[in-house]
């Protein structure tokens, strides 16, 4: 099983990226996935889920109205469309899954990770 994440880059505030995360050995469409970072000197942060149940996405507060998180069940690929970036924004992002449950904002169960990909936020 292997996750690749991509599309991270530099950015100004305000602006826009979408990150990709391809999944192979792995089929999307049957399992929740999701979305986190890591910002520099602070704890993991789960961003967004995605399943094909009931929640369908979820997401942290401080990216609600902003960031969507959608797939493509066909290309087994999981985005990530991050609009109005803030430098508080930047980290670097992963993509993980499965997530068999999330309690108090906090996704578990995640068995397979991508790489990540680093995004900056800054004039």
């Known amino acids: 099983v292997q996750l690749q994440a991509s599309g991270g880059g530099l950015v100004p505030p305000g602006g826009s990226l979408r990150l990709s995360c391809t999944l192979s050995?792995?089929?999307?469409?049957?399992?929740?996935v999701g979305w986190f970072r890591r910002a520099p000197g602070k704890e993991r942060e789960e961003v967004a889920y995605?399943?094909?149940?009931?929640?369908?996405?979820l997401y942290a507060d401080s990216v609600k109205g902003r960031f969507t998180a959608y797939g493509d069940n066909g290309e087994n690929t999981l985005y990530l469309q991050m609009n109005d970036l803030k430098p508080e924004d930047t980290a670097v992002y992963y993509c993980?899954?499965?997530?068999?449950?999330?309690?108090?904002?906090?996704?578990?169960?995640?068995?397979?990770w991508g790489k990540g990909t680093l995004v900056t936020v800054s004039s």
């Open positions: 050995g792995f089929t999307l469409a049957d399992h929740a």
């Open positions: 995605i399943s094909n149940s009931t929640p369908r996405t």
């Open positions: 993980a899954a499965p997530i068999s449950a999330i309690v108090g904002g906090t996704y578990y169960g995640m068995k397979y």
